[in-house]
């Protein structure tokens, strides 16, 4: 196809069910390349298109990514290590090119860097690194630091280029890999100042029902419009035409469907599609009905602008989809693969010193921080830290002076603020027994090292498990926390060892529906003699042996099992 000069008209063609092998047949293998997205020879990177400033590319990037990957909140989060990475990656490769780190370079970045390093909100993080993941799994094509620019290989060259894109899962993939295709050709033109009054390049897109909906082209974006909406609106100013097909008209974007030139309406079947199709082409009452009954390659067709104000009925010449199962070579672009991670010494080294520097300003914060606590948020943390597990009313104790509740409550307020420590209550007999941790963040704040394991389940848990091994040590028995159970592969949350014999234990702080299958693994070994089951309240540990005493798989170990509240704990290690 050639324009009014005599220069070919490029076109890409979006294949998604393999329709249009045979192009390259019918009109020459010189002028159309042949790719797939499963093939080898095909990399698709996320470098900006030339003559695009990168950090304004690195945010188009990040926004389709995320709303494509359904999380949108993420956006920022991608950007900022992209805005990271991408110089490190190009000045590691030693070359002259903008190299972009593929999604698996990504979610390496994203998981070894520490999820706070690159996001205010961890959980922000966490999110990305799922839909990084999917990526990097999804599609080969991807794995590129530089891959198939739309301007440099095919339409600079006069060439037209099919893209099969077959099924992808998670579907959202293929979507995204059209959005950075077109998003590519139509921002780099806008910003290489390339108008023209004539047509350079036609996009087709067939089964585009998801690419012009109304989700994915309104409320996902925040200017409501999405890449698709925008190439509509703005590509014939940049010499681009598009055509579009889709199954069903009334889902469409009113964004997108208020862009078309030319709109043809073919055969649909359904009342509520005929009378779509009446409103999108404006037809008197009762036309709606030719709809149906439309033969192949007969339509309804609207131009607008045009010379006729209201739809005709047209024909088009009708081109059989290609039925022919032979192997098709595919052709290759010129891409750079990506590497691991793990194979980049240069990055990891720039990955450490941030990680470093971050960690050093983040200790620095919450040093400042802790250095403007109050003096008794100060005495608190600093006295929990080397006695970790010890109740709050006795660590007051321990400091000497007891502050009044409400400056009691004041410091606990400060250090929750600052992240310097987490509290919990425990309901022991007929008081509540407030517990503190300190966090990772308080350790570094007191220039201590935290603690690498502090043990399973919730904070309520923990303590209690210590206090059965302090009680343990006290009486001069040897112990264990989380001691695995010989033969099985269950950890028994507390262990006292003495006269040959295993005694075990088990603390219910919030949950007892495993504690069954638990007590089964314990007595499974030989040489565990009784296990005592642990819990804050007398009601709760009697709750739980009415249940126990009425399971006839334990009736042979009923004797052997024993009951301990958390005030005779508290009572026994703090008289």
Not at 78 to 103: E, K
Request: with cysteine; aromatic share 8%.
């Amino acid at each position: 196809m050639t324009d009014a000069n005599e220069r070919r008209i490029s076109q890409i063609l979006f294949d998604r069910k393999i329709d249009h092998r045979d192009t390259t047949r019918r009109h020459g293998k010189e002028h159309w390349v042949h790719l797939n997205v499963r093939d080898p020879g095909t990399r698709i990177a996320l470098q900006p298109p030339d003559g695009m400033d990168v950090g304004l590319w690195i945010s188009v990037v990040s926004t389709v990514i995320a709303v494509r990957g359904g999380l949108i909140f993420a956006a920022n989060v991608l950007a900022n290590i992209l805005s990271w990475a991408v110089p490190v990656l190009s000045q590691v490769q030693g070359g002259s090119l903008v190299l972009f780190p593929d999604p698996q370079l990504l979610l390496d970045l994203a998981i070894k860097g520490g999820l706070d390093l690159w996001a205010y909100k961890p959980d922000y993080a966490k999110a990305l690194a799922t839909v990084l993941q999917a990526m990097a799994q999804a599609c080969p094509a991807l794995s590129a630091f530089s891959g198939l620019d739309m301007e440099r290989d095919i339409i600079s060259q006069g060439k037209s280029c099919i893209i099969e894109i077959p099924t992808i899962n998670p579907p959202w993939i293929r979507l995204f890999i059209i959005d950075l295709l077109i998003a590519q050709i139509l921002y780099g033109r806008i910003h290489r100042h390339q108008k023209m009054d004539r047509t350079e390049v036609i996009i087709y897109l067939d089964e585009a029902d998801a690419d012009l909906s109304v989700i994915a082209s309104d409320a996902a974006y925040a200017d409501m419009y999405s890449i698709l909406a925008q190439l509509l609106r703005m590509g014939r100013e940049y010499g681009i035409m598009v055509v579009v097909g889709v199954g069903v008209l009334g889902d469409i974007s009113r964004f997108v469907s208020s862009s078309f030139q030319d709109i043809f309406v073919f055969n649909v079947s359904g009342g509520d599609q005929s009378a779509e199709a009446q409103r999108v082409l404006q037809l008197p009452p009762g036309a709606e009905q030719m709809c149906p009954t439309l033969k192949p390659g007969h339509c309804l067709f609207l131009e607008n602008q045009g010379a006729w104000p209201h739809a005709v009925w047209a024909k088009v010449d009708y081109l059989a989809p290609d039925r022919c199962r032979d192997p098709v070579q595919y052709d290759t672009v010129p891409f750079i693969p990506s590497r691991p991670l793990s194979e980049m010494p240069g990055v990891e080294e720039a990955l450490k010193k941030r990680i470093d520097d971050y960690n050093r300003r983040k200790l620095e914060r919450h040093q400042a921080k802790a250095g403007t606590l109050g003096k008794n948020a100060a005495n608190l943390l600093y006295t929990a830290i080397p006695h970790p597990w010890v109740p709050v009313a006795r660590l007051w104790e321990m400091i000497g002076t007891v502050p009044s509740p409400t400056a009691q409550k004041t410091a606990q307020r400060q250090l929750e603020n600052n992240k310097l420590a987490e509290f919990a209550v425990l309901r022991a007999g007929k008081r509540n027994t407030l517990l503190i941790e300190v966090t990772d963040t308080g350790y570094r704040a007191a220039r201590q090292e935290p603690p690498k394991d502090r043990g399973k389940g919730k904070r309520e848990h923990r303590h209690m498990a210590h206090w059965v091994v302090w009680r343990g040590e006290r009486r001069g028995y040897k112990t264990a926390i989380e001691w695995t159970v010989p033969g099985t592969t269950h950890p028994a949350d507390a262990a006292y060892f003495h006269d040959g014999l295993v005694e075990l234990f088990e603390i219910v702080s919030t949950c007892d529906k495993n504690l069954l299958s638990h007590l089964e693994a314990c007595f499974s070994a030989e040489d565990v003699a009784s296990v005592t089951i642990v819990a804050g309240k007398k009601t709760t540990l009697k709750a739980i042996k009415k249940n126990l005493d009425s399971q006839l798989d334990l009736a042979p170990y009923l004797d052997r099992i024993f009951y301990l509240a958390a005030e005779n704990l508290i009572k026994e290690l703090w008289p």
